[in-house]
C-alpha cells in the first residue's frame, strides 16, 4: 500500500529523518511513537510532500509519489490530521467536509455528512456550526471526518489524542479500529502508549531520525533499546 | 417615459462611470476573495484602455474586436504576474503588485506610441451606457456561475488557510494565477470600455489613486463580497453628486466614510446581511 524506502529529511544541517524504512497495509493500524523531536511530524511531512526528500522514496500502490507536490499528493489517496488543529476556522462542519473532499473526483454528497461524522465519533455535531465554535476535542475529531471526506487509501493521525482525557482516550481507540477496517491504511503518532497499545497492530519507534526498533505494541515494550531511548541510560543506577 | 429619458440624458455619464467602476470593484474583489491583496488592478485596467485605444486610433481595429484584444492583453500579463509574486503574500503582495501599476503607468508616460504624458484622444468613442451594463452583467453572471463549481471552493480553502488547503489537495499556485488573471480579465473589460466612453486617457488614469479607490470601494462592502463590492464601488460614485455642496472636501468625505465602514462595519456593507459561519456549497 504505502512503502517508505530509505527516506531522509535534512532541514540546514540537521538530519531530522535518516533512512527510515517502514510500510503500511490497507486495514491495518501502524504506530509511530518516539520522544520529542525523534521525527515523527517530519515523516508524515516527507510523506506528504511538505518536506522535500534527502533521499530514499515514497511508494503509494507500486508508484512513486515522492517529488509531487503535496496537493498531487493528497489527490493520490494520503490523508491527513495535524499535530496542531489546522481546521478551516472560518468555515461550518460542512464546509470542512467538503474541503476534505476536495482531493477525490466526486463532489461532497450531502448525504455523507451525516455518516463521515458519526465514523468520526462526532454524530452530534451540527454540519451548519462553526468550526472554530466547537470544543476542542470535536475539533479533533472533524479533523478526522475531513481526512475521511477525501475517500482515502491513507490516513495519517498525528497525535489524535492530544489534550484529550483518559475516558475520549478509549473512544478514539474504536474510532481508528473502524478507519481501518473499513480498508484504509492508517499511521497513528502517538505519545500515548495505552493508546497504541490497544490500536496498533504494530509499531515502529523513532530516535533522533533513525527507525530504532519495529515490531508488535508488547515487543516494543520489553525492548531495552527502546527503554533506553525513552528513559535514558542508567535508569537502574537511579533506582 | 420622458423623464426617465431626460433624466438617462443628465446623468449618462455618471451611469456609465458607475458601471466601469463596479467591474472594477468585482475585479479586485475576485483577488481578495482568494486572500490575495494584489493590488494592480488600476494598471490591468490601464493596459486594456491603451491597447484597444492604439488598437481602434492607430490600426483602425472595429471596436469589438479591439476591446475582444485588450481584454486578452490584460489577462496575459495579469497571469505572467502571477509568477515573479508567487512567493509573496500580504502587504508584501501588496508592495510588489502595486510598484507594477507603477511601472505600467510611467512607461505609459514615455511611450510615443501611448501619446506620452499627454495621454490619447480621439478615441472612437461608440461605447453607451447600455452596453456597459451588458457587460456587467455578464461579468456579474459569469461570477456566479464560476460560484457554483469546485474552483470556488478552492478559493475559499485557499483564502481560509493556504497550508491546509494544500493538504486537501488545492493547487495553490493554480488558484492564486487564476484568480489574478481572471481579475486582469475584468479590470481589462473596465478599462477598454472606459476607453471608448470617455474621448481620451492619460497615464494618471490609471495611476495609484484609481488603484486606492478600488480598494477602498472593495473595503466599504466587504473584501470578499461581490455584491458589497458593487454596492460599495455604486455608493462613493453617486455620492459625490448628492453632496456636490462638498465637492472640495471630497477626498474627506471618502475618508470619513471609510472610517465610519472600518470602525462600525469591519466586515464591511456585506457582513450587514451576512454572518456567522462561511458556508460553502456541497
Redesign the interface.
Known sequence: MLALEKVTVRYGGVTALDGVSLAIERGRILGLIGPNGAGKTTLVNAT?G?APLAGGSVILDGRRVDGL???RI??AGI??T?QNI???????V??N????A???RA????DE?RSLLERAGIPHVDP????S?LPYGDQRRLEIA?ALA?SPGVVMLDEPAAGMNPAETHRLVETIRAIAAAGIAVLLIEHDMTLVRAACDSVVVLNFGEAIAHGTPAEIARDPVVVEAYLGTGAEALA | MNALADFYAKHSQLLNQIGINAMLALSLSVSLRAGQLALAQAAFMGIAAYVSAILALTYKWPLPAAILAAVIASTVVAALLAFPVRRLRGVFLAIATIGFGEIVRVVANNLSLTGGAEGMSGIPADVTTPVIYAALAAVALALVALSRT?FA??V??TR??E??????????GAVRTLSLALGGAIAGLAGALYAHSAFFITPGDFGFARMEEILVWCVIGGVTSPVGAVLGATLLSVLPELIRFLADYREITDGVILLAVVLFAPGGLGSLWRR???????
Open positions: 506528504t511538505l507536490p503535496p496537493h493528497a489527490r490523508a491527513r495535524y489546522r481546521l478551516f476556522g472560518a468555515l461550518d460542512r464546509g467536509l467538503a474541503a476534505g476536495f482531493a477525490r463532489r461532497l454528497h450531502a455528512v451548519g456550526a462553526q468550526a465554535s475531513r477525501a | 469546485k471552493l478552492a475559499t480553502l481560509e488557510d497550508h491546509a488547503a494544500r493538504g486537501v489537495g488545492v493547487d495553490v456567522g459561519a462561511v458556508r460553502v456549497r456541497v
